[in-house]
């Protein structure tokens, strides 16, 4: 059994309610089957001016169970681990499949590619924190932004979490295999105003492991900092220009890539990126990869929600796009075989350049930096891309003035083929890890 698990102490518990669940799956006549159990437990405190809004504490657990017979497929969950309780459930999913339409693609994933080896990839952290404790880092977070100037005049809180998770899954291929996970964060989000009108904006930190977090003192300071520049914002008028997109902007135009090379987007062909296997996507100088094994990555994972071993993958290299995103399911729609991406993919990084965000500003010269998107204005079928947005305006490598009520619009194959440079100020808080982005043409819509 991994490290993690013996530590968690209630993991074989999991492994052993996976396993009922395999018997009672197939003594009821299924002819295949897996299931997923997890138990999680957390801490969630929420303080606003020094006073106590939300304290939560949370406890979940259940199984998921998937049968096929034959070509049939059929689900069923409960959140009552009792023996009873599962293998009704496991009788239940057998009674769907024998009445569900037959698809050939539905089916376990390869035996083959089973993970033979769990590596502990030290991803569970528990945060012996208390309920009086993470109340008093907060109100010390909130207190920082509050102090920081007089201009900062109102605060939409300060949060911490914990949280901490234990996962099994096991299959009729005979492999049962599991994992325990923590995650703990912290946020501020303050208002900043003067005679011009109020901004909001915030900071947070997310780690495995607490020792990692940023400082409260340093998450109320950006979270003030970071709200008092926006003050003064203006329109611009309307205009194509260069585009920084910073890191936090530049994760979700990575996301959206992602999900137009993923299977499900692919064999519905609602994806602008259907057919583009082994073409050039990106400019020559873009690697984007998975590192699924990264130690404390907040995506890590040592196999994917069908038992797959995970590894390193390149998704596109020197700008061609090498391989989709694909579960069993939809290799087999394909006709490909899966990445081990069930579920999704973990620890995505895009290969950062060597500028830095100053760097950055001075190769774009005049243009928009853009720290904020708002809305979902994507086509996924065509590409098109406009999304409400607010930055600052920049000429001459210099920042001048925030920006703000603007839109920029666009078409992401084409944002893709003309990325100019990606920067080297990574930010790793989440499972997708990039710098930002500088886009050369852009339309910006203001008055």
């Not at 920029?408 to 893709?416: D, E, P, S, T």
Request: proline share 3%; hydrophobic share 40%.
């Amino acid at each position: 059994m991994n490290a993690n698990l013996k530590e968690a102490g209630l993991s074989q518990t999991l492994t052993d309610k996976v396993a009922l669940a395999l018997e009672a799956a197939d003594a009821e006549g299924a002819t295949a089957a897996q299931a997923s159990a997890s138990q999680d437990a957390g801490l969630s405190v929420n303080v606003r001016r020094g006073e106590v809004e939300t304290l939560e504490h949370h406890k979940d657990q259940g199984i998921a169970i998937t049968v096929f017979v034959g070509e049939c497929k059929g689900s069923a969950s409960t959140a009552d681990l009792r023996d009873a309780s599962i293998r009704e459930a496991a009788a239940a999913a057998c009674r769907i499949a024998k009445v569900s339409e037959p698809d050939p693609c539905a089916g376990l994933a390869d035996a083959a590619l089973m993970a033979t080896d769990i590596p502990d990839l030290d991803l569970y952290h528990p945060w012996q924190i208390d309920a009086d404790s993470a109340i008093a880092l907060a109100r010390d977070c909130e207190s920082v932004a509050l102090g920081m100037d007089k201009r900062i005049v109102n605060s939409e809180g300060a949060e911490v979490g914990s949280f901490t998770g234990q996962m099994a899954y096991g299959n009729s291929h005979g492999f049962i295999g599991g994992y325990a996970t923590s995650r703990h964060s912290l946020s501020c989000s303050v208002v900043a105003g003067d005679a011009q009108g109020m901004q909001r904006d915030y900071w947070y930190s997310a780690a495995r492991c607490a020792d990692d977090l940023l400082a409260a003192e340093e998450i109320g300071r950006q979270a003030a900092e970071r709200a008092l520049k926006r003050l003064g914002g203006r329109r611009l008028s309307t205009r194509r220009c260069p585009v920084l997109f910073v890191p936090e902007t530049a994760r979700s135009l990575l996301g959206q890539f992602m999900g137009a090379i993923s299977g499900g987007s692919l064999y519905r062909r609602a994806s602008f990126l259907v057919d583009h296997l082994g073409q050039r996507v990106f400019p020559e100088f873009v690697r984007i990869h998975e590192r699924p094994h990264l130690l404390r990555g907040l995506g890590s994972a040592p196999f994917d929600a069908e038992g797959v071993a995970t590894a390193d993958r390149d998704f596109v290299n020197q700008g061609v796009l090498e391989s989709y995103v694909l579960s069993s399911y939809a290799a087999r729609r394909l006709g490909m075989v899966t990445t081990g991406n069930a579920g999704g993919v973990r620890n995505l990084e895009m290969v950062p350049g060597d500028l830095d965000l100053p760097a950055l500003l001075r190769e774009m010269g005049t243009g928009l930096m853009l720290t904020e998107l708002i809305g979902h204005g994507t086509n996924m079928v065509t590409g098109d891309y406009s999304r409400g947005a607010a930055g600052f305006w920049v000429e001459n490598g210099e920042i001048l003035y925030p920006v703000e009520e603007i839109t920029v619009a666009g078409n992401l194959k084409q944002i893709f083929a003309e990325l100019v440079a990606v920067g080297k100020d990574v930010d790793r808080r989440g499972g997708i890890h990039t710098g930002s982005w500088l886009v050369d043409g852009l339309t910006v819509a203001g008055d």
